[in-house]
């Protein structure tokens, strides 16, 4: 892995995993809307974002979460981050899988074992339209700044 890639991947885990840790009172729970999440768009413009997102997500759960956020929430970030990058050619489609799989594991998980205040369906739907928020209303909106940052060659 070149220099320039190892950086822009531990530079993703930090800003991830600050924002995360920045912004806990609303980036854990049944209700909840991590805007580190909006990153999760990061894998349309490079693959180096996946492990990225990853680390980040894990160390922002060793500090905050529960076993499950560590193991399953972290796994559920890599998986969308990978499906994310996969299907990129297509941005609303691509940005479903942070959606949708954080929705039904992070939100069942939730909803199964730490919070017992709401039924699991409505963890999932919880956690899914904070999931929303972030990747549609923050990320998206970031992904076309971005775009237009490298078409004037702002950034690499």
């Known amino acids: 892995m070149k220099l ?4 822009y991947g531990a530079s993703i885990a930090a800003v991830y ?4 840790l920045v912004l806990a009172p609303i980036s854990m729970g049944a209700v909840q809307c991590r805007i580190s999440e909006a990153l999760t768009i990061l894998p349309l413009f490079t693959p180096v974002a996946i492990p990225g ?3 980040g997500c894990l160390l922002a759960n060793v500090f905050l979460g529960s076993i499950y ?3 399953f929430g972290s796994l559920t970030t890599l998986a969308a981050a990978y499906l994310t990058y996969r299907f990129r050619r297509n941005t609303y489609i691509a940005l479903l ?3 949708i799989l954080n ?6 998980y939730i909803g199964l074992f730490l919070d017992n205040s709401m039924a ?3 963890c999932m739907v919880m956690v899914g339209l904070g999931q929303a928020v972030a990747c549609y209303g923050i990320g998206l909106p970031l992904s076309r700044v971005l775009e237009n940052l490298m078409k004037r060659g702002k950034i690499k």
């Open 4 to 7: 320039r890639q190892l950086t």
């Open 17 to 20: 995993a600050v924002l995360t």
């Open 53 to 55: 997102l990853f680390i």
């Open 69 to 71: 956020d560590i193991i």
């Open 97 to 99: 899988f942070p959606v």
């Open 103 to 108: 929705a039904v594991v992070v939100g069942g």
């Open 120 to 122: 699991e369906w409505l």
